[in-house]
């Protein structure tokens, strides 16, 4: 879409100019008025007319929806093109497409939840600032389960105000009021009275020049047509038939092929590449180049050709401080962190914890670093141009990152960051991963080297495994104290792991830090549980740092901090004798939602009912992205200690739901991946690095192994809120304490189980002979 200033930036900005600002704070605040956080107003390209930021209609009557939201999956592009179908007025059907915007927008950009707010509850001059200040920045990103309820109600306005300008149209060229006008739902505008009927595809042209609607009347619910109602996804046709376009297909022509060898211990450089001029003699090797002293490249006519000739490379890095750090080093790091007095408070209500409690019940938990292993490794395709302009194809949830990855990468060349146009290709699997712009600005280093032929680089399963960007790991220590009825009167907790945020916003921002690691929310948050009654509690956290890369994964610090704290939670019932399912609604009973889904998924597991020796049933409930999720899970522990996961029930309540079908889907997939990190994923350090480095050391659940899943989705008038995260956070937890009430064993150590090979390829799990 090309871009434009549009009317009301145009306008904002000249009255600003014409009112002569004097002094720097009000230009600061002139400056950020300018900024158009609307989007463009109706133009006409070509055939269609593009009436906002969101919608554009072709004269045939197909409708093209830019959702600046990547689609990894998680069916967004469906759910937001229903919302936009639903106020336009159409059916849900082939008419309907998406593309994903290749400008950087501010109306694109995430503002509301990198605000930690709702848009709906925006207001007030810091949120005025706050969203243009944002805009400014245009970071167009996808990531944090915000797709939904950050463009639940902008996305809508889009369709209604798309639609109130076809009506104007229609509405002139027939003569008649507005208001005599309806959209019965078909693409069309129908005057009843005479019967007169024209399509959205004829007043396209001219609905473009209609001016929008300041605020467009939005349907009530009970005229809803499409939203609760499954709809088939979008790009599951063109998926079947092996149509869509994800980064490590795209081919472009003159492309080269690169592969990469990066330091095995971060921190590294390349000291010497001892047979360089070997590797160039041979046959189909382009060039081989050291990228920025930390990794080497080998450029080929084929990727497979570089590969080999990596494979050959004799590559001598320097020293680092890290290179005799292990995971039992890491793990004593954290442990002496927790030893500490002086944890950064995260959360903290009523009265220190009780010297002496009467009961007193303790824990430590831990869980490892974690690497997302995307089905498609990481990859990117870069194209610099002599002219000083840049295009790249990229399997990324960011499209301001893999800009700002190619500025960097290519800066030698002086492109500008205007002239950097980033093509989002379909994602292999992000989870957290494709935020990062490390792939993108090697290729573009790779490509700086080579203008005007694309350059594609690939990174080994290795390199994807073994030189990641990994979930922090962690550790914590909880204990309550109990009071008579057996409930917590005062609750600690303490956590200490890798801060995210900073080695985050030290790689993708231009500064380094990120801020105070101490107080890294992501290190935290799911282990405070505001939702129980528990009058004292206290929430404390470290940050250790080590050469690991860690960074966003998919539920980031929840996915292990409800694990330690609904574990301790079953602990504690335990300890009172109390039923774990009875003890939590007993805590929940100011939270109405989340008792109403930890009741039902109780119902709809039976809880209670009597199981067979050998099997257990665990429970647990979390809340995250404005969304709640409750599960139970069945398992069956042999003698052996195999484990084997029968039965996974789910209970999820995310607000208003838009497309029933794909919450389900995104329950039944988050359940999966959380069972493989429960049981069997773990990456482990050894001389400063990550010593898993394929599939066949880093496992990951197998079809064969999956449970019966069953998931009801909760009836809920709130507003939408994430599902792509939430359901992976009770997973573990219930996991743990169905293994505790069919064994007596506490696990308190993720995995809770270790692989075993029987024959040559089969795997199973068993669980693990110590507790941590």
Not at 171 to 186: F, I, N, S, Y
Not at 314 to 338: K, N, Y
Not at 562 to 582: I, R
């Amino acid at each position: 879409m090309p871009r434009l200033l549009s009317r009301r930036s145009f306008l904002i900005t000249g009255a600003v100019l014409s009112g002569t600002v004097a002094v720097a704070a009000t230009a600061g605040i002139g400056y950020l008025a300018s900024v158009d956080i609307d989007g463009p107003d109706g133009f006409v390209d070509g055939d269609r007319a593009v009436l906002n930021a969101f919608v554009a209609i072709y004269t045939d009557g197909t409708v093209s929806v830019f959702v600046p939201k990547t689609e990894m999956g998680q069916g967004i592009h469906t759910g937001i093109a229903m919302l936009v179908a639903e106020e336009l007025g159409i059916p849900f059907d082939n008419r309907i497409s998406v593309e994903h915007p290749t400008e950087v927008l501010p109306v694109y950009g995430g503002w509301a939840s990198q605000l930690g707010i709702r848009p709906e509850e925006a207001s007030g001059p810091l949120h005025w600032l706050g969203r243009r200040a944002l805009g400014a920045a245009s970071i167009v990103s996808t990531g944090a389960s915000s797709s939904t309820y950050e463009l639940w109600t902008s996305l809508r306005q889009a369709g209604a105000a798309a639609r109130h300008m076809l009506v104007g149209a229609a509405a002139a060229e027939m003569g008649v009021a507005p208001t005599e006008l309806t959209t019965p739902g078909d693409g069309s505008v129908v005057h009843e009275a005479t019967g007169t009927s024209l399509t959205y595809g004829h007043l396209a042209l001219a609905a473009a020049t209609i001016p929008p609607p300041e605020s467009p009347e939005l349907k009530p619910a009970s005229d809803w047509q499409l939203i609760g109602r499954s709809q088939p996804r979008v790009d599951i046709p063109a998926k079947v038939r092996g149509l869509p376009v994800f980064g490590m297909d795209v081919i472009q022509p003159q492309m080269l092929y690169a592969s990469i060898r990066q330091a095995p211990v971060t921190g590294a450089a390349v000291a010497q590449l001892v047979n360089e001029a070997e590797l160039r003699e041979i046959r189909g090797i382009v060039d081989v180049v050291v990228i920025e002293d930390t990794s080497v490249a080998v450029i080929a006519d084929s990727w497979w050709t570089a590969e080999q000739a990596l494979w050959r490379a004799e590559i001598a890095w320097t020293p680092t401080e890290w290179d005799d750090l292990s995971g039992v080093e890491l793990a004593q790091r954290m442990e002496a962190a927790l030893d500490s007095d002086e944890p950064n408070i995260v959360h903290e209500v009523g009265e220190p914890f009780p010297d002496t409690p009467d009961r007193l019940v303790e824990a430590a938990y831990s869980a490892p670093l974690v690497t997302h292993a995307c089905m498609e490794s990481m990859n990117a395709t870069v194209l610099v141009r002599s002219d000083g302009t840049a295009e790249a194809w990229v399997s990324s949830q960011s499209l301001t990152s893999a800009r700002w990855g190619v500025s960097r990468g290519a800066a030698a060349a002086g492109i500008d960051l205007d002239e950097i146009k980033v093509n989002v290709m379909q994602n292999g699997g992000a989870f957290g991963r494709r935020t990062e712009l490390d792939v993108v600005q090697q290729a573009a280093f790779l490509a700086a080297l080579h203008p005007d032929r694309p350059v594609k680089l690939l990174w080994s399963r290795e390199e994807d495994i073994g030189r990641g960007i990994y979930r922090s790991h962690a550790r914590a220590r909880l204990r309550a104290a109990l009071g008579e009825d057996g409930l917590p009167i005062a609750y600690e907790a303490r956590v200490a792991g890798q801060s995210v945020a900073q080695g985050l916003m030290g790689r993708l921002l231009p500064i380094t830090g990120g801020g105070n690691p101490e107080g890294d929310f992501l290190t935290s948050e799911g282990l405070e549980s505001p939702h129980y009654v528990i009058p004292n509690q206290r929430v404390g956290s470290h940050h250790v740092p080590s050469n690991i890369r860690v960074g966003l994964w998919r539920s980031n610090g929840f996915s292990h901090n409800v694990f330690f704290a609904e574990s301790f939670f079953d602990e504690c019932a335990h300890a009172a004798g109390t039923d774990p399912l009875e003890y939590r609604r007993r805590l929940l009973v100011d939270s109405p939602r989340l008792l109403n889904v930890l009741d039902r998924v109780a119902s709809m597991a039976d809880w209670g009912s009597p199981l067979p020796a050998g099997r257990g049933r665990g429970i647990a409930i979390g809340g995250a992205y404005y969304s709640v999720v409750a599960q139970v899970v069945e398992v069956t522990v042999a003698i052996d200690g195999e484990i084997t996961v029968d039965e996974v029930f789910c209970a999820v309540d995310v607000g208003t739901v838009i497309n029933p079908d794909q919450v389900t889907a995104q329950m039944e997939g988050s359940i999966l991946w959380g069972l493989t990190t429960a049981l069997m994923s773990e990456n482990t350090v050894e001389n400063g690095s990550i010593v898993e480095s394929n599939f066949h050391d880093f496992q990951v659940q197998r079809l064969r192994n999956a449970p019966r899943i069953t998931v009801e989705i909760v009836p809920s008038e709130e507003l939408p809120g994430g599902a792509g995260e939430t359901g992976v956070i009770p997973i573990a937890p219930a996991l743990g304490n169905a293994i505790f009430a069919a064994t007596g064993r506490r696990i308190r150590s993720l995995p809770l189980a270790v692989t075993e090979t029987i024959g040559e390829r089969q795997t199973r799990s068993v669980l693990r002979t110590a507790d941590a």
